[in-house]
């Protein structure tokens, strides 16, 4: 038997989905912690895939002009090579970055909603991706804008998008860091990777649709007009966060975001070594 979620608890963690989902801090290792800390019981995986989809909303508003030009120049450069410019080839970027987590993600789905979401496995996630970030600042050299993204950019950052599928790694954070280690500006690793994001986090969010309204034992059961709220609230907070980090990345570090990962895993690994909350 699954519990009811409440008002308050879609809300509190919609809100948590918008402002965690774009910042490298994992919004799904974020709403499995504050749901237990808070509530006493895991949100559930299916529930953070469904506002996920008004976060993804926030993106395609925030890129309107930019995905409706990529669209637009996929389309062109099919029929005519000549017009095969940098946005044609983003598109194809983003088709082929995204067939690895479309397949781990659906043969590893019954995993990533049970054993994937224990606490331990997401306070080492946590700091082990700290320690990621340090390493792609310090060594990535962060030169080479938008404009020079390649093939084998987006294949790699499409295979450390599938890391995310892990609670506590941070979809934005994967992808960026692997955008870092390839030479990219940090802007433009993280606006290939709020792009690379879209196609995947909308297929999982529409896939878990039927999961969230009926749980069976996976997270607490919510209601139509509270997936509704929550996912709208996703949507304006998430709307926000993707304003200020890319003002934010533009000129300061990830390691800020490292620092407050691993005060975040440590504070849990003490909170689990003492019993206060449960791993499962």
Same mark, same amino acid.
């Given at each position: 038997?699954?519990?009811?979620?409440?008002?308050?608890?879609?809300?509190?963690?919609?809100?948590?989905?918008? %402002?965690?989902?774009?910042?490298?801090?994992?919004?799904?290792? #974020?709403?499995?912690?504050? $749901?237990?800390?808070?509530?006493?019981?895991?949100?559930?995986? $299916?529930?953070?895939?469904?506002?996920?989809? @008004?976060?993804?909303?926030?993106?395609?508003?925030?890129?309107?002009?930019? /995905?409706?030009?990529?669209?637009?120049?996929?389309?062109?450069?099919?029929? #005519?090579?000549?017009?095969?410019?940098?946005? +044609?080839? /983003? @598109?194809? +970027?983003?088709?082929?970055?995204?067939?690895?987590?479309? /397949?781990?993600?659906?043969?590893?789905?019954?995993?990533?909603?049970?054993?994937?979401?224990?606490?331990?496995?997401?306070?080492?996630?946590?700091? =082990?991706?700290?320690?990621?970030?340090?390493?792609?600042?310090? +060594?990535?050299?962060?030169?080479?804008?938008?404009?020079?993204?390649?093939?084998?950019?987006?294949?790699?950052?499409? @295979? !450390?998008?599938?890391?995310?599928?892990?609670?506590? =790694? $941070?979809?934005?954070?994967?992808?960026?860091?692997?955008?870092?280690?390839?030479?990219?500006?940090?802007?433009?690793?993280?606006?290939?990777?709020? %792009?690379? !994001?879209?196609?995947?986090?909308?297929?999982?969010?529409?896939?878990?649709?039927?999961?969230?309204?009926?749980?069976?034992?996976?997270?607490?059961?919510?209601?139509?007009?509270?997936?509704?709220?929550?996912?709208?609230? !996703?949507?304006?907070?998430? +709307?926000?966060?993707?304003?200020?980090?890319?003002?934010?990345?533009?000129?300061?570090?990830?390691?800020?975001?490292?620092?407050?990962?691993?005060?975040? @895993?440590?504070?849990?690994? /003490?909170?689990?070594?003492?019993?206060?909350?449960?791993?499962?």
């Amino acid at each position: 038997m699954t519990d009811t979620m409440s008002w308050t608890q879609s809300i509190v963690l919609g809100a948590l989905q918008g %402002l965690t989902e774009f910042l490298p801090i994992s919004s799904s290792g #974020h709403l499995r912690i504050a $749901s237990e800390l808070m509530f006493g019981e895991d949100a559930g995986a $299916s529930f953070t895939a469904v506002t996920q989809l @008004g976060t993804e909303a926030a993106v395609l508003l925030f890129f309107a002009k930019d /995905i409706v030009r990529i669209i637009a120049a996929w389309f062109r450069g099919l029929f #005519h090579a000549e017009e095969r410019s940098l946005d +044609y080839r /983003i @598109g194809w +970027y983003v088709i082929f970055a995204t067939i690895p987590i479309g /397949i781990i993600g659906f043969v590893l789905k019954d995993q990533i909603r049970t054993t994937g979401r224990n606490l331990w496995l997401v306070a080492i996630m946590l700091i =082990v991706f700290a320690g990621v970030f340090w390493l792609a600042e310090r +060594y990535g050299k962060k030169q080479r804008p938008l404009e020079k993204l390649t093939l084998r950019d987006g294949l790699v950052m499409g @295979g !450390a998008q599938c890391l995310a599928l892990v609670p506590g =790694v $941070s979809r934005s954070g994967a992808t960026a860091s692997a955008g870092l280690f390839l030479g990219l500006e940090r802007e433009a690793a993280f606006r290939f990777s709020f %792009l690379l !994001a879209i196609p995947a986090v909308t297929a999982s969010g529409l896939f878990s649709l039927p999961d969230a309204f009926n749980p069976s034992g996976e997270g607490m059961e919510a209601t139509g007009p509270q997936l509704l709220v929550a996912t709208i609230v !996703a949507f304006i907070v998430g +709307y926000a966060a993707i304003a200020w980090l890319l003002k934010f990345v533009s000129n300061h570090s990830m390691n800020w975001f490292g620092a407050y990962r691993v005060i975040l @895993g440590v504070l849990l690994i /003490i909170l689990l070594s003492t019993g206060a909350i449960s791993a499962t």
